[in-house]
């Protein structure tokens, strides 16, 4: 039996990319799957690639009444939820912008989606964990902890996530919940929105990714399995000391 057995768990984003390949990673450690994403299409692409432990629901993060359906869902399909990754979010809805030319529509779009969407996730677990403990995992970014010269909303919200989940495990901790909250903050994963990242920041994107894979201590680029590999530790009863942190997946990158 693997690691996580017996346990439910809510992967928000979960039709594509990180999301997709830590819902993989969660049903190969033995626990049941709820994949959540606001595309149908991918969502059920996914749960069907997964098999029988995953179900699929169509959720927009930034729905308050849609979170409260979906944890009823959730408990009445597996009996409770013991787990959360939020993971969906975006990169933006335009060109990269500076602080200098940063419109507030663009931050504010942005941040429904990555900090609202977050904070509903954890409001919700919290009052579905607390009666048997939880953990939750928040999908930060590096860009969350290094300054960005463009894309300033979303480095901005990945921010707001670091310091967010650090509030949730102080206050379960405060509580006596048992809800553990950590975050991950990965670099350049070859995901779909890292593809769109490049191709906005370098004229030749492909050339732009060997740049990056250069200037990375272990050589190559990140896998979605690479972070999908550390939210599942971050989960597990292996991670019960583990409260708060920050766990930066970047091969080395931060460390220069």
């Known amino acids: 039996m693997g690691r996580l057995a017996d346990k ?25 799957v709820v994949v959540t994403d606001v ?8 749960v069907e690639e997964i098999g029988g432990r995953a179900v699929f629901i169509n959720h927009d993060v930034t729905d308050e009444e849609a979170w409260q359906r979906v944890m009823d869902e ?15 979010g975006i990169l933006g809805t335009s060109a990269p912008e500076s602080p200098e030319n940063l419109s507030l529509d663009e931050l504010r779009a942005v941040r429904k989606v990555n900090v609202d969407g977050v904070l509903l996730g954890c409001k919700h677990a ?21 300054g960005t010269p463009s894309f300033v909303a979303y480095g901005a919200s990945k921010g707001a996530v670091r310091q967010l989940t650090k509030s949730v495990a102080a206050y379960c901790g405060k ?7 950590n975050s991950v903050h990965p670099s350049w994963i070859v995901t779909e929105m890292v593809d769109d990242l490049s191709k906005f920041l370098f004229d030749d994107p492909e050339q732009g990714r060997e740049e990056r894979r250069q200037a990375i201590p272990v050589g190559r680029l990140g896998q979605p399995e690479d972070v ?3 939210i599942c530790y971050l989960v597990s009863d292996e991670a019960g000391f ?10 080395g990158q931060f460390s220069q």
């Open 242 to 251: 583990v409260n708060g942190a920050e766990l930066v997946i970047d091969g």
């Open 74 to 88: 959730s408990i009445d399909r597996f009996g409770n939820v013991e787990i959360l990754v939020n993971n969906a």
């Open 175 to 181: 509580q006596k919940y048992g809800i553990r909250c």
């Open 228 to 230: 999908a590999n550390a």
């Open 8 to 32: 439910a768990a809510i992967v928000t984003g979960g039709g594509s990319g990180i999301g997709k390949a830590t819902a993989v990673k969660l049903t190969e450690e033995g626990a049941s």
């Open 39 to 46: 595309n149908a299409n991918t969502g059920h692409a996914a």
């Open 126 to 146: 919290i009052k579905a964990m607390k009666d048997h403990g939880g953990s939750i995992v928040n999908v930060s970014s590096l860009a969350g902890i290094w």
